[in-house]
Structures are given as C-alpha cells and as structure tokens.
C-alpha cells in the first residue's frame, strides 16, 4: 500500500469543509487531531480488557477522525494563504506524537507482545525521519515508500474492525509455529518490517539524489 501519493484524491471531502471553515486558525486544527490521537490511543488501550473489546470499532472511528483533521489543517492554511514553515513544522511535530499515541496504545496493549511494539513505534518513526531528513539535508522531501502516514491511518482503522468482529466469531487469534498471533499483532508486524524496509527504501533513494547533485 502506498497511498501518500493519493492524498489529492481526498481533496473532494476536504475543500468543502475548509472553504466553510477558512476563517479558523489551522493550528487549532492541528491541536484538535493530536487529542483524538491520543483519545484513540487509550481507547485501543482499554480495548484489550473483557468486556470492552467493542471500543476497537471506537478507536478506528477515532483513527479515521484524527486522519481527517491532520489533512483538513493544511488545506485551510492553504485556502486562506496561512501556509507557514512554522504551520509546518507544527504538523510534522503532531504527527509523530499522533503515531506514538495510536501504534504506542496498541503497543503496551494485552493485544500486542511488547517488544512487537517497540519494533512497530522504530519502524514507523525512521519512516517519518527519513522522509524529513531528505528535506533537511537539501535532498527533496522523500513520501516515497511501501509505508507512509495514510498507509497506517488506513491499516489502523482496518485491523481493529477485523480483530473486533474476529474476536466475536471466535477467532480472534491463531497459532503459526506455535506463536499465538491475534490480528492486532499482524498489522504491528506489518509496521515494524514493512516500516523499515520503509526506512531503508528513503535512505538509499536520499544517498542516491545526493550523489547527483555532487
């Protein structure tokens, strides 16, 4: 999955809220998507309780909520010429905090083994790092990858639904040689390789446009 660069496609379910919307400051925006983020971290927390696995399907409407308001802010900016390197750089901040609170939830979760989790949270930071770093050593901003953020916005809202509606079915884990692996622990699985394979990916296509340019 690599869906970073189909963000323009959304535009449709933002230009029009923006537009009503233009005369709110963008970084309220930004500060309103950081709290669900952490709200839904909790939420995927608690989710591994009895009795309160019915807050999975909370925590993924909570995802794709977070996910709306993270795009919705730099379309406002951009609408009433608020674009800002300090904007910018605000939203880069909150988004790796959005990650750590979403993945990190899961992470100290009873769905998830920890170290899985800990291997998750690096994956996904050296994804986002490396795609910055590019920019900051004068390479072009990298959203290139088999990982980006609206990849994970994507699989976080999908792998709650299906350990939620696995689990009432009665499968909600499976062994595979002889590892007992519930659904939550593929898509961290899924984070930490694929993330940083990710990473990897970023850094050779940065060290490769940088020999160009000398």
């Known amino acids: 999955m690599v869906l970073d660069g189909q963000r323009a496609r959304a535009d449709f379910a933002l230009a029009p809220v923006a537009k009503r919307m233009i005369g709110v400051n ?35 409407a909570a995802v794709l909520i977070s996910g709306y308001f993270d795009a919705l802010d730099g379309k406002i900016a951009k609408l009433a ?42 994956g996904v930071l050296l994804t986002s790092y490396m795609g910055t770093q590019a920019q900051a050593v004068g390479a072009p901003r990298l959203y290139a990858g088999l990982l980006g953020r609206a990849d994970r916005v994507v699989l976080s809202t999908i792998f709650p639904i299906i350990q939620l509606i696995m689990s009432a079915a009665g499968y909600g884990s499976f062994e595979i040689y002889g590892f007992d692996i519930c659904w939550m622990e593929i898509m961290m699985i899924w984070f930490a390789v694929v993330g940083n394979l990710t990473a990897v990916q970023r850094g050779i296509i940065t060290w490769r446009n940088l020999s160009k340019e000398n």
């Open 81 to 122: 010429g608020k674009a800002s390197a300090k904007g910018d750089y605000l939203d880069h901040v909150f988004d790796r905090y959005a990650d750590v609170f979403m993945i990190g939830g899961v992470a100290v979760s009873s769905w998830c083994n920890p170290y899985l989790g800990m291997a998750a949270l690096v």
């Open 26 to 60: 963008p970084n309220l925006i930004s500060w309103i998507g950081l709290i669900i983020a952490a709200v839904c971290g909790i939420l995927f927390y608690f989710s591994g309780y009895d009795g309160y696995r019915y807050l999975l399907g909370v925590g993924a």
